[in-house]
């Protein structure tokens, strides 16, 4: 091969692994049933949405799942980072540039509905012996600024938490939306009316998808314009219901 074909050659394979390197990669964590792994695969609504909207975007991004808490300590230390799905919160504003509404949600405490000390009020439940949820995250960050000096955060994920619940190891959790409550009855074969949803709403907003504050604002901006289509063609409205069949709570 002669000298200037292969000095070609070589430069065609380093950009070729340059462009590689800085390609965008898209993170999420185990979070029914927005984003979560079934038979091996990653699914979930939020992950439906993300995969309609590089469909659109003509995007191919890596999509990795990752142990709870690590993505979004991804998002915060790697460059060209995108992560789903995040509560867009005041103190997160500034951190990172933002694409959505993909869905609303409220957080509410859940009991057994054959206890016979139903709760009912915010001051019973902060008085209330054990509310369990997750060991780190936003909901015990939420409750701890509530001022409930009684949580128990011992749950790793979600689906302890029921288990602890049918256990008799808990008497109030708290950590799923009403979608993920009926994902986890559905998985956990939780019979209709077993579940009773503490009328105390402890937290409400949207979820999103986050980029690293260093993404192009062109590449936001098409993602954004993308999530608007689906918006307005019904898909999002169809990904959503699909993931939020009543269970009869």
């Known amino acids: 091969m002669k000298p200037s074909i292969l000095t070609a050659a070589l430069l065609c394979l380093l950009l070729g692994t340059a462009a590689r390197a800085e390609q965008y990669r898209v993170v999420t964590e185990e979070w029914a049933p927005y984003n979560y792994q079934e038979n091996n695969q990653l699914t979930g609504m939020a992950t439906e ?17 990752l142990p709870s808490m690590r993505s979004l300590h991804v998002l915060d230390t790697r460059t060209k980072t995108i992560m789903y799905t995040l509560f867009r919160t ?3 504003e500034a951190l990172y540039k933002w694409v959505g509404p993909i869905v609303e949600e409220s957080i509410y405490p859940y009991q057994l509905a054959s206890t016979r000390q139903p709760v009912n009020t915010l001051e019973q439940l902060l008085h209330a012996p054990r509310v369990t949820t997750r060991h780190a995250g936003l909901i015990p960050e939420t409750l701890q600024s ?10 790793t994920e979600s689906v ?27 998985q956990l074969k939780i019979a209709p009316g077993t579940l009773r949803q503490i009328p105390v709403e402890l937290y ?3 979820l999103y998808i986050a980029f690293s504050p260093d993404s192009d604002d062109r590449l936001v901006a098409n993602w954004a314009n993308a999530l608007e289509q689906l918006r307005h063609s019904g898909e999002l ?8 069949r009543p269970v009869g709570l």
């Open 49 to 65: 949405v993300v995969r309609g909207i590089m469909a659109l975007t003509g995007d191919d991004f890596a999509m990795v799942l």
């Open 90 to 92: 005041a103190e997160r």
């Open 146 to 155: 509530q001022g409930f000096g009684n949580l128990e955060k011992s749950a």
């Open 160 to 186: 302890q938490l029921y288990r602890m619940l049918l256990a008799g190891r808990t008497d109030i959790i708290v950590g799923d939306t009403a979608a993920g409550v009926a994902y986890y009855s559905r």
């Open 204 to 206: 409400r907003s949207s």
């Open 237 to 244: 409205k169809r990904i959503q219901d699909r993931y939020s």
